[in-house]
């Protein structure tokens, strides 16, 4: 039953991810052309801020989820409608929380931006792209906490794969429209409010024994202040490099977000597509842990790792060789501000790297609840991060703080790796370093091939496409052949494993 609510979590979570990288991939393409990239730079930059003041939920989600795993594991319904209770209070006091903060916002974000563009624009798009989570805090966000603990967090996938494909849709008709830029925003964001009427709708008729109206249990959920330093470590380091730019570049400030905004989203859909694994399996290792069923947690933690740095080796490869190509072929219609910057590809693709490596370890550490005990290493990365952006991004501007970034990054996966071999799964350091050492060494081989041999050579984006399948097929069989070499029963485990969850279904 586990590996079929894994199988089911694993499968949605990546068609929504390959929906949203394509949704990624396309709308900031006709926004560019059809708004320039001032407009686009202010829609990025905006929803930085907004990422920021989502530190509101004050870590009730992750903490909720995992304070769920036990009541749940162990059927007791009454325990786990209080801890539901509590969340849903904890939500609606951020949501008011979030009002405050987005009001701040509409007065002070015009003045940051140096008058770049109309400020009646910029407060009322602020208050477009805040109304989305607002609503998930104060209506969505509990659904999804007993969704994700109870391994059904593929219905959530579900609706936002179906919000996703009409918020897309909707903006290229309008964008085709030349209707306002905030009108398109306006529109498309209605579409997301369709999610919540379809989580509830679920939750209603398959789950009927849940409640959200008993005693509040608020001592359950005391991992949450420990689960908000992380997230604003993690926004912080994750998000930090368009509000420095925003802030410290004034007038210049919303063309060089822009550029950012375009090699990062390659950065981010990255992330999300490879956090996949994360997202799908984090609560089936969460009731192995809290069974203390340590032969399987080895075993099943291995063969994950396995089969992620596998999937994650390829994809760098990919990146390192069609990300520059890539960016020349989607901007090549942009005249307004210059996008090709080799060295910004090279720090982006470092930056792909040291971020995603972490996430067997990472999983980990959030499948056991280790919040609180992680936290001086999470504060060392956000003093890294934002120590030396600020020091850099004067003189170098966008490169002073994508170094910023790489630096936390190699710091703080180091850490991940190494705590998760000390403390959960003990005595996993050396097959974690074997792996890295041989996948990065066929990575390194492939990236130069294709930089020096392939890239120069794509100019459209059929040819892009062509060599983006040219260089997939290689790497892949590359790393496949390189691993199964190296650990053929791990190789066979994997096979196995997949070869009964598809006779399940």
């Not at 900031?28 to 920021?52: A, C, D, H, K, W």
Request: charged share 15%; aromatic share 10%.
């Amino acid at each position: 039953m586990r590996s079929k609510q894994a199988m089911k979590n694993l499968l949605w979570n990546l068609i929504l991810q390959i929906v949203v990288f394509i949704s990624g991939i396309i709308l900031p393409r006709f926004f560019l052309e059809g708004y320039g990239s001032t407009v686009n730079g202010m829609v990025t930059s905006i929803n930085q801020f907004l990422t920021y003041m989502g530190l509101a939920e004050a870590g009730v989600g992750t903490a909720s989820v995992v304070a769920l795993y036990v009541p749940l594991a162990e059927q007791k319904q009454d325990d786990v409608n209080s801890i539901l209770t509590a969340t849903k209070m904890f939500y609606y006091r951020s949501g008011m929380i979030f009002v405050g903060l987005v009001v701040a916002l509409v007065a002070v974000y015009p003045y940051l931006i140096s008058q770049q563009l109309s400020s009646g624009t910029v407060r009322m798009m602020i208050v477009v792209l805040a109304s989305s989570t607002l609503i998930d805090y104060l209506f969505l966000g509990k659904y999804k906490v007993i969704l994700t603990a109870m391994q059904r967090g593929y219905v959530v996938a579900i609706a936002q794969t179906i919000g996703t494909i009409v918020n897309m849709t909707i903006s290229i008709v309008l964008i085709e429209m030349h209707a306002n830029v905030v009108l398109v925003k306006a529109v498309a964001t209605g579409a997301y409010i369709l999610r919540f009427f379809v989580v509830r709708w679920y939750v209603k008729k398959e789950v009927p024994e849940i409640s959200f109206n008993t005693t509040p249990n608020y001592k359950a959920i005391n991992q949450r202040g420990a689960a908000l330093l992380h997230q604003i470590v993690g926004i912080i380091v994750n998000n930090t490099d368009v509000v420095v730019l925003t802030v410290m570049l004034g007038s210049a400030s919303l063309v060089e977000v822009s550029v950012y905004s375009i090699y990062n989203m390659i950065v981010s859909s990255m992330y999300t597509l490879l956090s996949v694994f994360s997202n799908g399996l984090s609560a089936g290792f969460g009731e192995v842990i809290s069974k203390k069923e340590e032969d399987v947690l080895h075993t099943s933690y291995s063969n994950f790792e396995y089969m992620y740095f596998i999937v994650f080796f390829i994809a760098c490869i990919c990146v390192a060789v069609l990300l520059l190509p890539f960016v020349k072929i989607y901007t090549a219609n942009v005249k307004d501000a210059d996008y090709i910057r080799p060295l910004a590809a090279i720090l982006f693709v470092a930056i792909i790297f040291l971020q995603n490596v972490r996430i067997p370890g990472l999983t980990m550490i959030c499948a056991a609840g280790h919040y609180k005990e992680t936290q001086p290493q999470a504060i060392r990365e956000a003093v890294i991060n934002l120590t030396i952006s600020l020091l850099l991004v004067g003189k170098f501007k966008m490169l002073g703080v994508l170094i910023g970034t790489v630096c936390s990054y190699g710091y703080r996966s180091t850490e991940i790796i190494l705590y998760n071999r000390k403390y959960l799964v003990k005595g996993s350091g050396k097959n974690t370093l074997y792996r890295l050492i041989r996948n990065t060494v066929v990575m390194l081989i492939w990236s130069m091939i294709g930089c020096l041999k392939l890239a120069p050579q794509l100019s459209t984006f059929l040819q892009w496409f062509i060599g983006a399948a040219i260089i997939g097929v290689l790497s892949g069989l590359s790393i496949l052949l390189v691993n199964y070499i190296c650990e053929p029963n791990e190789f066979k485990m994997l096979l196995s494993r997949a070869t009964n969850l598809l006779k399940k279904r």
